[in-house]
């Protein structure tokens, strides 16, 4: 069975930072390309970045390069997003799906930017 | 950028109603759009790929059809598990885009 599970959500600061994971479970993580979604509250989706197989390539969002990196380690079957210098407007819930097809999500984890 | 133009925003329907969500592109994205349902507090479920293919395990009432800048899903007869948010996503081109959403709600 594909599981998708996020961790590292929570309450930080504006112009603070917060590591996103994504443990992978269930399929052969190293095959597919991997992506995070993140949903604003009473909001639609929004796509932030993307990672090739063997992490050769990863594309972003406009609104978000510089601040966003995404990245893996397939030893470990696992994805990352790292977030700096997060504003009120990064308070979303993020979610991490499987392939060019986002067929497989996550439940999502939930990052809240406030003082 | 792509543009996912979705309508309509929200619906009201019965139950064994017909239901038709569209999406249009504002370029040609062939057929490299899935269509994604979403429940309150839940994670997206990918409903069609490939415009017009049925998820495995999702219910032959729900189809996808469409080419090119225009797209449809169809709910040939609702349920009361299908109230919820659809949402169409191309990924033929960076960045990915969504549409807005459609609501179905209960009539």
């Known amino acids: 069975e594909v599981q998708l599970v996020e961790s590292g959500g929570g309450l930080v600061q504006p112009g603070g930072s917060l590591r996103l994971s994504c443990a992978a479970s269930?399929?052969?993580?190293?095959?597919?390309?991997m992506s995070w979604v993140r949903q604003a509250p009473g909001k639609g989706l929004e796509w932030v970045a993307n990672?090739?197989?063997?992490?050769?390539?990863?594309n972003y969002v406009d609104s978000l390069k510089g601040r966003f990196s995404i990245s893996r380690d397939n030893a470990k079957n696992s994805l990352y997003l790292q977030m700096n210098s997060l504003t009120a407007e990064d308070t979303a819930v993020y979610y991490c799906?499987?392939?060019?097809?986002?067929?497989?999500w996550g439940q999502g984890t939930l990052v809240t930017v406030s003082s | 950028d792509i543009q996912m133009t979705q309508s309509p925003s929200s619906l009201s329907a019965s139950v064994g109603d017909r239901v038709t969500i569209t999406c249009r592109a504002s370029q040609g994205i062939r057929n490299d759009l899935g269509w994604y349902q979403q429940k309150p507090g839940k994670a997206p479920k990918r409903l069609i790929y490939a415009a017009s293919s049925l998820q495995s395990g999702v219910p032959s009432r729900f189809s996808g059809s469409g080419s090119g800048t225009e797209f449809t899903l169809t709910i040939s007869s609702l349920q009361p598990d299908d109230f919820a948010t659809y949402y169409c996503?191309?990924?033929?081109?960076?960045?990915?885009?969504f549409g807005q959403g459609t609501k179905v709600e209960i009539k």
């Open positions: 990672i090739k197989q063997d992490g050769s390539e990863k």
């Open positions: 269930g399929f052969t993580f190293s095959t597919y390309w």
């Open positions: 996503l191309q990924h033929n081109s960076y960045p990915r885009t």
């Open positions: 799906a499987r392939s060019w097809g986002f067929d497989y």
